[in-house]
């Protein structure tokens, strides 16, 4: 439908391409919740409600979201027709790897809402909306131009407002610009006490290639990254607690990890090898030149 109930826009990691011009407007900074994405809307007298990976029934959804359908349907007379409401999902204070004090009203805490396709709420005014209907919304640490990286550093010293952590993370929204989807350009910054990938410290300029391979899956393969692909898949029901859950599992695990880091992997693997390729490239040349000159002594 050509209405505010579309796909949720990418949240790319800083530094990715597709938002390169991210920081160059005024941009709202919000907090990165742990819990499981959640959106829903009226759009002409019928309740739609979906997770991050699929659209569900009002009436059947997946077990893990009943408490926040339940929530939705007591405030439905208050919702807005048309407009789709966003945000994460706790389902107990550790949803997911932090462990909060509370989980948030109706266990859902909204990080934004669409008026209509690609129009949203202002930070005020989407707090108003959230108060009115009786739900949290994600805190706005700042709205204005970021101008040195100090300054989203300084952001994550933040507690959340779940509490008992500091935030997870922060969300970067310039809603000026769209990215290559067409969709508002959105970027994140995760803590470094809760990155999925805990890069370790490659302290040899010149590693073996079974030692950089070694390297590069320590650093990948992080229980995070694991529980991630469990959550994605329990999100979308496709979880049955058995071992034949593993296949699926192992495929969402090397689906996360390309659509995240293969640009990061790329670029890591090309400053290592591109040295050893010159060189390569270039090996032989000097007795090659060496022989042509030595030729011309002998030319007319």
Known sequence: METSWHSYPKIYNLGHRSIRDLLEDPVVVEEKIDGSQFSFGV????????????????????????????????????????????????????????????????????????????????????????????????????????????????????????????VEGIVIKNYHRFDPAGKAMMGKYVSEAFKEAHQKSWKEANPQNADMLTRLVTSYRTPARWQKAVQHLREQGQLVDEPKDIGPLIHEIHRDLTDECSEEIAAILLKWMLPNVLRGCAGGFPEWYKAQLAERQFED
């Open 43 to 166: 759009f002409e007298d019928l309740l739609y409600v979906r997770s991050k990976g699929q659209e569900m029934l009002p009436d059947a959804p997946e077990k893990m979201f009943t408490k926040g359908v339940e929530a939705v349907r007591d405030r439905l007379p208050l919702l807005h027709e048309g407009w789709t409401y966003r945000g994460e999902y706790l389902q107990r204070p550790k949803h997911n790897a932090l462990a909060y004090d509370r989980i948030p009203k109706g266990h859902i805490i909204l990080f934004y809402i669409n008026t209509a396709e690609e129009a949203y709420l202002s930070p005020e005014e989407k707090a108003a909306e959230a108060e009115r209907i009786g739900l949290d919304v994600v805190p706005c640490f700042h709205y204005g131009r970021i101008e040195t990286p100090q300054e989203l550093f300084g952001l994550l010293e933040h507690t959340s407002i779940l509490g008992g952590q500091k």
